[in-house]
């Protein structure tokens, strides 16, 4: 059984879903923020998104679903070790899990990277620094990367 639930943000609301044993997902939604009870897990996510969007620079040490490629996998585990504030290339990462020369397939990695927020591929930025897609939108990976720089 999959739980959802929703949270209002200053930059839109994230829906999370679960299974009770993992973290399916974290995206945002057009969804109003108002649901069900959460799951415990889900309720343990929203009390990070909460404190992130507090200003605070929560540690995510909840279990994700595994799914994706070993490459997808290797991406994300990348991102996640890029410090809160800062950012790195595609080609960063790239270099980081490996494969030099693959900066498109990083970029397609972190179009589908299915934990927003969660797993910072926001702050992730083309070779000039410049804000390169973002599947939530690029408004919502500036104000992202704002509020981080601005703590």
């Not at 923020?33 to 969007?53: I, V």
């Not at 900066?103 to 910072?120: D, I, L, S, T, Y």
Request: proline fraction near 7%.
């Amino acid at each position: 059984m999959h739980a959802v639930c929703y949270l209002q943000t200053p930059c839109g609301c994230l829906a999370v879903e679960d299974d009770g044993k993992y973290i399916l997902s974290v995206h945002f939604t057009a969804r109003p923020a108002c649901a069900p009870r959460p799951s415990p897990l889900g309720q343990k996510a929203l009390l990070f998104l909460q404190a992130y969007f507090a200003g605070k620079r929560p540690v995510f040490n909840l279990p994700l679903a595994g799914r994706g490629t070993a490459f997808q996998q290797a991406v994300w585990h990348a991102l996640q070790d890029i410090p809160y504030g800062q950012t790195r290339t595609y080609g960063q990462i790239a270099a980081a899990v490996g494969r030099p020369k693959a900066v498109r397939a990083v970029g397609q990695a972190c179009h589908v990277n299915p934990w927003a927020v969660v797993v910072p591929c926001h702050r992730v930025v083309g070779a000039n620094g410049k804000l390169t897609g973002y599947a939530g939108g690029l408004n919502k990976k500036a104000w992202l990367l704002n509020w981080e720089n601005a703590r």
